[in-house]
């Protein structure tokens, strides 16, 4: 992103944009942000399972 922004700026370097170089480096982006949503999504529900077998031990020990 900071790069586009840049290249913005400067006039003359925007004919020198290399376009399927740029192509992929956007999909190389999507893909990072998608893989990390995934990991973000995975750390989510282990979290979530861990506070409900936390929530369980609790229930468990207020029987005791």
């Known amino acids: 992103m900071k790069h586009i922004r840049s290249v913005s ?9 290399d376009i399927p170089a740029l192509i992929k480096s956007s999909a190389g982006a999507v893909s990072v942000l998608t893989v990390g949503f995934s990991i973000a999504k995975l750390v989510s529900n282990v979290n979530n399972q861990i506070n409900t077998l936390a929530g369980q031990l609790d229930l468990e020990n207020k029987d005791l």
């Open 9 to 17: 700026k400067l006039p003359g370097v925007a004919a020198d944009i």
